[in-house]
């Protein structure tokens, strides 16, 4: 198997492959340091805790993608530090406190990957900050916060939902030459949407002699929270059918493989970026990881959870890892899959109109607990000020 780690030789197989951080890099550190103590008796896993040598070309991991429950955990992780930083405002806490501590956390996370950046020419080293989840609807207000994000630090990547208003915030951002990532994206159609607003964009940048030296366009398939919504069941129930864990996860790689066969196929400069990851199915007894395992091969982002990231490292350090995401998805299941009206929506190239965007099951979801999560910020920020 040779001395390089199952991320290294996972990144090895395509020059496009970039394995990306799904948290704050804030946190990578304290994260490092807890595997570093629970490995300490398994040398080569503790060995390939190095290798990941974050915000430099040596490294594995290429960027990271936060949201307000990642920032959340980074401003509750180092308490002591953005206290103390509250303070020093000298302002109310009601007074647009909370939106500057989520823009500073998310500058000091920048700053970290910003060598990487820099090291790269603009390649490498993005993070993903997210516009107010609250705002999902108003194009012209997230437009405005992502020009606030992107000018915190010259590696942030904006974060826009992939409802009509954030499809339409991602073309007008693109023509200004800031990269962007659609996220909420739980259909093929929006994928595509994403990329041909990107398109657009990019072509509107050009005419203007905009620079898009750096500029980048990625759309993320939330592959977890659209496999385990619950509306997958309901919908598979109401045409006689019950998911096997096995299924559903064949779910996911499906929708992932013809987002990613198609933006390919029409020759997309979006890239596709997967994430939320999960463990299993469970495979001859053997708790496995699909999710990376079954969609490894591509020129597209792989954003890790840090415990699915530690449980890749540990479950396939002596596993062969090849490429798999052209490959069909088993007829049989496929066939099962295709008389879900959910998956129909989540896989066909049409299946979600762009008006019906902003009521995908999974995306209404998703939007409802990056919204407490934003709540809690700001709850959270006021606190500092009256302790």
């Not at 992780?77 to 500073?104: E, F, V």
Request: glycine share 8%.
């Amino acid at each position: 198997m040779g001395t390089d780690s199952a991320l290294r030789r996972l990144s090895l197989l395509n020059p496009g492959t970039e394995i990306w951080w799904d948290s704050s890099p804030l946190v990578f550190d304290a994260w490092c340091k807890a595997q570093q103590a629970l490995w300490r008796d398994q040398p080569t896993l503790s060995g390939a805790l190095q290798e990941l040598n974050w915000g430099a070309l040596s490294g594995v991991l290429r960027g990271c993608t936060t949201n307000p429950p990642l920032a959340l955990e980074a401003l509750c992780t180092d308490l002591p530090r953005w206290r103390a930083w509250a303070r020093a405002q000298q302002r109310d806490a009601r007074d647009g406190l909370a939106w500057d501590l989520y823009r500073s956390i998310l500058r000091a996370g920048a700053q970290r990957a910003l060598p990487l950046w820099e090291q790269s020419d603009g390649r490498f080293g993005q993070i993903c900050g997210q516009v107010d989840p609250r705002l999902l609807h108003d194009a012209a207000a997230m437009v405005q916060q992502g020009i606030a994000l992107h000018a915190e630090c010259p590696n942030v990547m904006v974060k826009l939902p992939a409802t009509q208003a954030g499809i339409e915030g991602i073309r007008l951002l693109t023509a200004r030459g800031i990269s962007t990532n659609a996220t909420l994206g739980f259909s093929v159609a929006q994928i595509l949407a994403t990329a041909e607003a990107a398109r657009t964009g990019f072509e509107l940048a050009r005419a203007a002699g905009v620079d898009l030296s750096t500029t980048r366009s990625m759309a993320t398939l939330m592959l977890g929270r659209l496999e385990d919504a619950p509306a997958f069941d309901a919908s598979a129930t109401s045409v006689g059918l019950s998911l096997s864990e096995l299924e559903r996860r064949w779910a996911g790689v499906a929708v992932a493989r013809q987002a990613y066969g198609l933006l390919c196929e029409r020759g997309m400069q979006t890239k596709l970026l997967l994430a939320s990851m999960r463990l299993g199915p469970t495979v001859e007894g053997t708790t496995r990881i699909w999710h990376l395992e079954q969609l490894a091969g591509g020129n597209t982002v792989l954003t890790i959870f840090p415990n699915i990231l530690a449980a890749y490292m540990q479950a396939y350090a002596d596993r062969p890892i090849v490429a798999t995401i052209n490959e069909p998805v088993p007829s049989a299941v496929l066939e099962r899959l295709q008389q879900i009206p959910y998956f129909v929506q989540a896989y066909e190239a049409q299946g979600a109109a762009p008006d019906e965007f902003d009521g995908l099951p999974g995306l209404m979801a998703t939007a409802s607990s990056f919204t407490e999560a934003m709540s809690s910020f700001e709850e959270t920020a006021a606190q500092l000020l009256s302790e």
